[in-house]
Structures are given as C-alpha cells and as structure tokens.
C-alpha cells in the first residue's frame, strides 16, 4: 500500500520561504518520479515541480527561480523549498509519485498573507 504524507505547509508573510516535506512509504521509492502539484480554490490542479529517479528537476514558469525540488532516497522522502513566496503561490500543494500509476498525499496548505 502507498502512502504520502505532507508536512511544513502553514502561513508565511510574502517574501518568505517555507519548506514542504513528503514521507513516501513506498516500494522502490528511487524508481518514482515525484512530484509537488497544487490546487488554488476555483482552479484546476497544476504541476509545480517534478525530479525524476535519475534527479533531473522540471518547474513550473512560475516558481523557476524560486522554488527548488529534492528527493533523499535514503529517506523515502521529497523536499520542496520555497523561497520569495507570493500572494499568488497560497494554494493546497500536494505530493505526487508516479510510475506506472500515480498516488497522491492528502494535500498541504500553504498561505502567503501579509
């Protein structure tokens, strides 16, 4: 059974950064392409960033620059640091694994508020 857990969402004043983990429980954690999506309120789910098993990293326009995706494969886990967070990136971010089939996390809030 796969299972993927979320944490570190929570409110951050624009400017600032948080950092979002994902505890995989999975078999052969390394051979998955993971993935952090969000889903703002009224719009539809959209890839933020992905690393593959080989850890090549793929971002979205809008966080190129700003955020960065990682993976610990030791860990079963993958990491997205966000940094210079807009009002526009306040969203539920949710983690993806995906090979063959995917599987997602129950989502984590993030908001950006002055």
């Known amino acids: 059974q796969v299972q993927l857990v979320e944490s570190g969402g929570g409110l951050v004043q624009p400017g600032g950064s948080l950092r979002l983990s994902c505890a995989a429980s999975?078999?052969?954690?390394?051979?998955?392409?993971m993935g952090w999506y969000r889903q703002a309120p009224g719009t539809e789910r959209e890839l933020v960033a992905s690393?593959?098993?080989?850890?090549?990293?793929n971002y979205a326009d809008s966080v190129k620059g700003r955020f960065t995706i990682s993976r610990d494969t030791a860990k079963n886990t993958v990491y997205l640091e966000m940094d210079s967070l807009k009002l526009e990136d306040t969203a539920v971010y949710y983690c993806?694994?995906?090979?063959?089939?995917?599987?997602w996390g129950q989502g984590t809030q993030v908001t950006v508020s002055s």
């Open positions: 690393i593959t098993s080989g850890g090549s990293a």
């Open positions: 993806n694994a995906n090979w063959r089939w995917d599987f």
């Open positions: 999975i078999r052969f954690f390394s051979i998955y392409t």
